[in-house]
């Protein structure tokens, strides 16, 4: 059974917060005391995609919160170990890594530019090696820590047009699980996090994947990395969790208030069953 501890002055890196699901666990953490990394690529205002690194700083700021905004592409180990360095100097200590930036990608293998291919391992899978491997010597120095991914529980159900999304994504999951092992005696928790439904982002947006109704709130997402990060690492870790799941075994049973409109029919993500419509070349991760 898990136990709890007070967040209050620890410390947060979340990489893709500028908006989504990033934005949305950086103000979660913030309201429980937690001082922020803002990490994202997006630091100018963008007429294409809402938020900046710095307009979420500022929304963190309006909470009474900590925030430390920095640009930061993932794909470049030096931009992510500036990260860590500016995050130490700040505030001294990094207790949790959320691994969220993403990139997605759901055509057919003959559909898959090989240079698209490398984008999609760079900034899920690579990204969450490199941020993880630079944040354990703290972690571990400390004796406490929290590592998540977000990526699904492993499905070895056949993914038609989702090839090099699939692979990024189920690599991110057996990242979490190894590595879980490799520095549990250090107190150190290491879990993978992903929706079981669709979620209001930019990328569902730009995907044309299901409507408004068939969409969670990112907030779902949010409570679920709080709920995770506030138990003690030992007690948590090493597990591929679904966010109803774990919200449910913090006993949270009423998810209509996730729901992003109020006769919302929130649609489960069944790789199979969820087919992109258009898609906007645009900035943005998911």
């Given at each position: 059974m898990p136990t709890y501890t007070d967040l209050h002055g620890r410390v947060a890196i979340i990489t893709g917060a500028s908006r989504g699901i990033g934005r949305a666990v950086a103000l979660r953490l913030a309201?429980?005391?937690?001082?922020?990394?803002?990490a994202a690529k997006t630091a100018e205002p963008d007429p294409r995609l809402p938020g900046t690194i710095h307009t979420v700083a500022e929304e963190v700021a309006a909470l009474g919160g900590r925030a430390l905004p920095i640009q930061v592409d993932v794909r470049d180990e030096n931009a992510l170990q500036r990260m860590v360095d500016a995050t130490l100097e700040s505030f001294g200590r990094i207790d949790i890594l959320v691994n969220n930036a993403g990139a997605l990608w759901w055509y057919p293998v003959l559909e898959t530019p090989v240079k698209r291919f490398d984008l999609v391992m760079q900034v899920n899978l690579r990204a969450s090696f490199v941020a993880s491997q630079l944040v354990l010597p703290t972690m571990i120095q400390q004796r406490w820590g929290h590592i998540i991914t977000m990526s699904p529980p492993i499905d070895l159900s056949v993914l038609p047009g989702k090839v090099a999304y699939m692979i990024s994504?189920?690599?991110?999951?057996?990242?979490?699980?190894?590595?879980?092992?490799?520095?549990?005696?250090h107190n150190v928790a290491v879990n993978a996090l992903w929706p079981r439904t669709l979620i209001e982002s930019q990328a569902t947006i730009?995907?044309?994947?299901?409507?408004?109704?068939?969409?969670?709130?990112a907030d779902i997402m949010a409570d679920a990395v709080y709920e995770l990060v506030r138990r003690e690492p030992h007690t948590s870790t090493g597990k591929a969790w679904?966010?109803?799941?774990?919200?449910?075994e913090?006993?949270?049973?009423?998810?209509s208030v996730y729901n992003c409109t109020p006769d919302g029919e929130p649609m489960e993500i069944i790789w199979q069953g969820v087919q992109a419509g258009k898609r906007e070349d645009s900035p943005h991760t998911p």
């Open positions: 309201k429980e005391g937690v001082a922020v990394v803002i994504k189920f690599g991110m999951t057996m990242l979490a699980l190894g590595l879980a092992e490799e520095v549990r005696a730009a995907w044309g994947l299901g409507a408004p109704q068939q969409w969670r709130k679904i966010d109803e799941d774990l919200l449910r913090a006993g949270v049973s009423d998810f």
